[in-house]
Structures are given as structure tokens and as C-alpha cells.
């Protein structure tokens, strides 16, 4: 079974710059998250998506985050403008809506360093 | 709201030692799920273990047990006869039990550096 898919692995940006994010999740897993993780710091999670429909951003910044769920299988993270504080590992996870157990599996992050 | 504390920031062993590392939450929820994940240099964050708020039975597997008490609202982690490739970093994280929102609340995080 192949795990959570993303893309790019690193990122060197500008501030005041735009950046996205892919995430390919497990297949057939409806719930998808992305999570920040600041050098130092546990993953804090920006948002979570139930199928193509959002459950909860209420930590997201969105003034300069937004995210999608197309079609309910793959989405996108974006940044615009980035800011320095915004360097950090964004972290995508699945999991499967039958477990009770929300086991979540994560993808390998994307690194965003912004200059 | 959700808390997760891991006060041991690092922790350096000598391979054989056994190490403890700490973990202690805050919630309001009866049903919660209480998670460990090790992140190891490569960065992808590996599943280790579950528990749910009812079952406060202790496991082991192999070198690794937990001691979950929810009466101190401890989750902790023990390796025995620690090796050179337990060195990462170990997160606890807590999710709510109710359906819907269960994404993960993580500890700050405790990094293990086990010396040969």
C-alpha cells in the first residue's frame, strides 16, 4: 500500500512570495490533514478536511493560507504572501473515516525555508 | 481545550540504559485517544502506539511499554536496553473521541540521543 505522497520535499522562497503544497493521500482515506511544524516544535494542525468538505481551520492564517480538497482525494496547501515565521515543515496526513481509532499516517513534509 | 506536556526537552543515554520519557495531558472529554510517534533524522513522523481513555491496561512490545494512569493523567513511554537507532525525536499526541474532529494535539516533543 503506498503511503501519503508529497510534493515538492523542499522549498527556498522570498518573502512576499507564493508557494504551494500537494498532498496525495492513501488511497480511499477521506480524512485529510495538514499540519506546520516549527523547527523545535510539535506539527500544529492548520486544517482538516472530511472528504472534499472542511471540519476544522480554525488555526489556519487566512489571510495568507488557503487549502483545497478537490474531487476529495488530493489537495493543496498555499501561501500568499509567505512570511519569514511561515518557514517550517508542512506535514500532510490521512486517515481512514471507519477506524475509531483515527490512526493518522503522515507523508514525509515539505520543507519551506523563506528567505 | 487540549494540552499535551513533555517536559523533558532532551534526554542523552549510553546504548543498554533504559530511559523514560514523559508525557502528561489535559482535557475535558471523557473518550480521547492517546498516541505516541517517533520522528527519527529523515523527518517522517512513525506510528508507535495507541490508547483509548478506557483501557488503562499497560503495554509492551518488544523493548518498548507504556504506562498510561489517567489518574495523573500520565501517558509514558519506556525503552529498555535503549540502542543508537532509538535516537529521534518522540512525540504524545491526543485526538477526541467524538467523530468528526480528531486531528492530533502534539507534544513540543522529547529529543533521545542514545551514545554507543
Known amino acids: 500500500e503506498a503511503g501519503v505522497a508529497q510534493s515538492p520535499r523542499y522549498k527556498i522562497i522570498e518573502k512576499r512570495q507564493s508557494v504551494a503544497f500537494w498532498c496525495n493521500p492513501i488511497?480511499?482515506?477521506?480524512?485529510l490533514y495538514w499540519y506546520q511544524q516549527i523547527l523545535g516544535q510539535g506539527p500544529k494542525l492548520l486544517i482538516q478536511?472530511?472528504?472534499?468538505?472542511?471540519?476544522?481551520d480554525s488555526q489556519l492564517p487566512k489571510d495568507r493560507f488557503s487549502a483545497e480538497r478537490l474531487k476529495g482525494v488530493d489537495s493543496t496547501l498555499k501561501i500568499q504572501p509567505a512570511k519569514l515565521e511561515d518557514s517550517a515543515v508542512y506535514l500532510c496526513?490521512?486517515?481512514?473515516?471507519?477506524?475509531?481509532?483515527?490512526?493518522?499516517?503522515f507523508g514525509p513534509g515539505t520543507r519551506l525555508t523563506v528567505l | 481545550a487540549q494540552k499535551v506536556t513533555q517536559a523533558q526537552t532532551e534526554i542523552s543515554v549510553v546504548e543498554k540504559e533504559d530511559v523514560t520519557l514523559d508525557c502528561v495531558y489535559e482535557?475535558?472529554?471523557?473518550?480521547?485517544?492517546l498516541f505516541w510517534y517517533k520522528q527519527p533524522p529523515s523527518g517522517e513522523l512513525v506510528f508507535l502506539i495507541r490508547?483509548?481513555?478506557?483501557?488503562?491496561q499497560n503495554e509492551i512490545s518488544g523493548r518498548y511499554s507504556w504506562n498510561f494512569q489517567k489518574s495523573t493523567s500520565s501517558f509514558n513511554f519506556t525503552i529498555t536496553a535503549s540502542q543508537v537507532v532509538d535516537s529521534a525525536v518522540y512525540f504524545c499526541?491526543?485526538?477526541?473521541?467524538?467523530?468528526?474532529?480528531?486531528?492530533?494535539?502534539f507534544g513540543s516533543g522529547t529529543r533521545l540521543q542514545v551514545q554507543p
Open positions: 499526541a491526543l485526538s477526541m473521541g467524538a467523530t468528526g474532529r480528531r486531528a492530533l494535539t
Open positions: 490508547r483509548n481513555s478506557f483501557d488503562e
Open positions: 496526513a490521512s486517515s481512514s473515516s471507519v477506524s475509531s481509532y483515527n490512526e493518522q499516517f
Open positions: 478536511f472530511q472528504n472534499n468538505g472542511v471540519v476544522d
Open positions: 482535557t475535558r472529554d471523557t473518550t480521547y485517544y
Open positions: 488511497s480511499g482515506h477521506a480524512t
